[in-house]
């Protein structure tokens, strides 16, 4: 059974930093694609940033040069670290293991950014 469990989002100030982290079990971790996705209040679920399981990682043009994401196979767990937040990155943060159209999903963690 694939657990995923996100962690660190919070309400933080705009131009704050957040740290998520979401801890897997379940899967092979250090042979899988991670990713993050976020759904803002009436909004569709968006890409945030996905590493592959050689370290290659991607980011959302909206986000790039503020968050970036990394990984620590042997704590098989995923980070999103979220520098220079802005209100619009007020959003319930989602981990994903594999592939948004047929991989696994955490619960989410809501980050609240304050003008």
């Known amino acids: 059974q694939v657990q995923l469990v996100e962690s660190g989002g919070g309400l933080v100030q705009a131009g704050g930093s957040l740290r998520l982290s979401c801890a897997a079990s379940g899967i092979i971790f250090s042979l899988t694609t991670m990713g993050w996705y976020r759904q803002a209040p009436g909004k569709q679920r968006e890409f945030v940033a996905v590493?592959?399981?050689?370290?290659?990682?991607d980011v959302a043009d909206s986000v790039k040069g503020r968050f970036t994401i990394s990984r620590d196979n042997s704590k098989k767990t995923v980070f999103l670290q979220m520098n220079r937040l802005k209100p619009e990155d007020t959003a319930v943060y989602y981990c994903?293991?594999?592939?948004?159209?047929?991989?696994?999903w955490g619960q989410g963690t809501l980050v609240t950014v304050s003008s």
């Open positions: 590493i592959g399981s050689s370290g290659d990682a």
């Open positions: 994903n293991a594999g592939s948004p159209t047929g991989g696994d």
